[in-house]
């Protein structure tokens, strides 16, 4: 019994500071400034959609899917308000990172990344098909809901599996609900399964 509670516990503790790493890491992504390599007219377009309530998530992903152009399966989707990124891999034994720009008309990459971990990498891929992104605007309605910060609104949904989960669960939506600026800043991660159902906050 106490084995097993102090075991919940770490592990409790490993998820909590995996996600304030991940908060930090997502906001200096954010605050990143953009590479400085000038666009021509022709290479970009005036995009003023929301990314979380509009078609723009599913016309960038196939723009991303032309680019990678062969068969893939996902390791993860980042929906951001900038960008859409997606981590593929096309022969289950490495990956590869695309992005489309907010506005470009070109996809970026393939850019290495770098794995981490001892499993095997086919358990954390998984078909296209399972990332269902017509929820995106219900979820990040009931995100913001759920997350209960004032004037909050979401600034990124990824979909991908859970660092720690149970054998058989699904890749997790998980979106980043946040307001104001350091000092004064509020975050939380809402998470739901792959089909939109309500999993947790943190």
Known sequence: MWARYSY?????RRMEETLATLARVQ???RMRPAATVEATPD????ETRDMF???????????????????FKLMELLF????VKAIVSTDGQSVQEFTQRRGSKKVEGPAPVNLIGDNPLADSLYELKVADLSLLPKLTKEAVERAGIAEGKVTSARFSYQIIRYKGESPTWTFMVERGTP????YKFVTFDAKGKFKSIS
């Open 8 to 12: 919940q516990k770490s592990e409790r």
């Open 53 to 71: 309530d509009s078609e723009l998530p599913r016309e960038s992903l196939e723009a991303i899917r032309q680019a990678v152009g062969k068969d």
């Open 27 to 29: 906001r200096e992504e």
């Open 80 to 83: 951001d308000g900038d960008y």
């Open 43 to 46: 290479e970009t377009i005036n």
């Open 183 to 186: 000092p004064d800043w509020q």
